[in-house]
């Protein structure tokens, strides 16, 4: 009897040991007065800074468009290197972590502060960044046109429209369809008789060349077939491997978080550079609904995945790497909604709070399928979003502008697009400081002016410290601009003193940008 009763009281012990050691941590962040958040959402999800509760979010569940990273306007920031639960009441948030009590620091007294202090104590800048070449140039992605599988006289042709429209040279995007089967990552002999020298002849027309890389392998290609009674999947809880669907069809996708498999596509990216003169990688994974089956979970799988590009400064990714802090590529945010004045009011604020979460070179572009029925979109959508597109890190174009009807559209577009060489220099002067000092290229005004009444402008931005920039949003050539303290040149040399608020007017094929006299070269004027 007493040894039942021991085994009893043992078995009692363990079973409470358990379920404490499996339980969450759960914290309570308070609002201070006044105080403002952004965070979490690094794309599509909220408004921010946060104005309306939300209902429970597993960051360890999502695709990679979310981080366990949130900045106050008070100095405050919360952080953690593995994922989280949050819930926003509206005056707190509830945070449950299965790692450890997750707080919020104080690091200073303003935005800034606290994006700096939270970056260098817990994910330093490790000197890597963009080319600058990525920033100076067009990226011209020709799948709207072309097709899932661009064939090599179908990208020298659009390379030749390109040059002949008047537009510059830049980056030619391969799309993904490119491989003799999905999943292998070798050029297809079908649709290119000599790959390396399309390679070669378009270097010669003065382009890069990007290839369009996914983790997919055609379920009923050569590929899966060879790896099917191999661990190279994502496998469902029952073993069956995962299908998902994309432009490809459906397809299994690779499981990089398996040593073994990251190891082999690593190296067929490193052999597509060193054979065939491939100058860097569209790395595209979205739609996978099944990130959470991975062997490593989902967040080890997007860290995995943003590996890929290491030693490689001349990429793209259209999906973030979650929990992993700061990153250092260019992040493309492809926004899921209509190509509409709405899309572009949504691009110019999602990618400002995503500069402010880590993601110090984010640009934003339409996903295709929005752009299906381009005869249905305004043309001065296209040219608004050119305009925005132009004071991005990154200078994405994914329809032919040269084939707009509007001639007086046609020729504004061809002018914005040539015009962005114009702030090349100062890009890489900010990329340089930025791989450095974690600052972000792309600047909320609240950021750079604290506790000036900016805190919910989500309508313009800064350029570094040195361009205010005010993109034009809606079908007018004029809006209002909320200028900070300080002297703001605009194009033509006419200064305005600030604060200030007034209405301004511009020109179809100019950018409504200001340079601040203080920190920019404009030369004193009188106006």
């Not at 800048?125 to 070449?133: D, L, R």
């Not at 979003?385 to 707009?404: D, E, G, K, T």
């Amino acid at each position: 009897i007493m040894y039942k009763k021991a085994t009893l009281f043992t078995l009692l012990i363990l079973f409470c040991s358990v379920q404490l050691w499996g339980a969450d941590f759960t914290s309570r962040i308070d609002l201070l007065k006044g105080e403002k958040w952004w965070g979490v959402f690094i794309a599509g999800g909220r408004p921010m800074p946060f104005d309306a509760p939300f209902q429970k979010i597993d960051l360890s569940q999502g695709r990679g468009q979310k981080t366990p990273f949130m900045v106050s306007n008070r100095g405050r920031y919360v952080w953690s290197a593995e994922p989280f639960s949050v819930t926003y009441t509206g005056d707190s948030f509830l945070i449950e972590s299965p790692s450890g009590e997750v707080k919020a620091v104080s690091a200073g007294r303003t935005l800034r502060e606290a994006y700096l202090v939270c970056c260098h104590k817990n994910f330093p800048p490790g000197g890597n960044a963009p080319s600058p070449e990525l920033m100076t140039a067009p990226v011209y992605d020709p799948f709207l046109e072309l097709g899932f599988e661009a064939t090599e006289e179908a990208l020298c042709d659009y390379a030749d429209q390109i040059l002949k429209a008047g537009y510059p040279a830049g980056t030619l995007v391969v799309p993904a369809g490119w491989q003799s089967s999905i999943g292998s990552n070798e050029p297809s002999m079908h649709l290119f008789g000599d790959f390396a020298g399309m390679v070669r002849a378009l270097h010669g027309k003065g382009f890069r060349v990007m290839l369009t890389v996914t983790p997919f392998v055609s379920g009923d290609g050569p590929v899966f077939r060879q790896y099917r009674g191999e661990p190279m999947f994502v496998s469902r809880p029952d073993s069956t491997v995962a299908m998902a669907e994309w432009d490809g069809g459906y397809s299994a996708f690779y499981d990089l978080t398996r040593p073994e498999v990251y190891k082999l596509i690593k190296g067929r990216l490193d052999a597509l550079r060193s054979n065939y003169g491939i100058d860097g990688f569209l790395f595209d994974c979205g739609g996978m609904p099944y990130l959470k089956y991975a062997q490593g979970g989902a967040a080890a799988y997007l860290s995995r995945w943003s590996e890929l590009s290491d030693g490689c400064d001349f990429c793209q990714y259209t999906v973030s790497r979650g929990a992993s802090g700061l990153v250092s590529y260019v992040h493309n945010l492809r926004l899921d909604h209509d190509f509409d004045w709405d899309f572009l009011r949504r691009a110019a604020s999602d990618m400002v709070s995503a500069n402010l979460l880590g993601y110090p070179y984010t640009v934003v572009s339409p996903r295709v399928s929005k752009l299906a029925d381009l005869d249905r979109v305004d043309p001065k959508v296209f040219l608004r979003y050119l305009q925005l597109s132009s004071v991005m890190p990154v200078m994405n174009i994914a329809f032919a502008p040269w084939h707009i009807t509007d001639p007086a559209v046609a020729a504004s577009c061809k002018a914005i697009v040539n015009d962005r060489a114009r702030l090349g220099a100062y890009y890489e002067q900010l990329v340089g400081e930025s791989k450095r000092t974690a600052e972000p290229v792309l600047r909320h005004l609240e950021y750079e002016f604290p506790r000036n009444g900016f805190t919910d402008c989500d309508d313009q931005f800064m350029l570094g410290s040195r361009f205010l920039i005010a993109p034009l949003l809606d079908g007018k050539n004029s809006r209002m601009v909320r200028f900070p303290r300080g002297i703001w040149v605009d194009a033509s040399g006419k200064r305005y003193r600030g604060p200030l608020v007034t209405t301004v007017t511009a020109s179809n094929d100019h950018v409504l940008y200001f340079e601040s006299e203080k920190n920019g070269d404009t030369k004193k004027q009188g106006n």
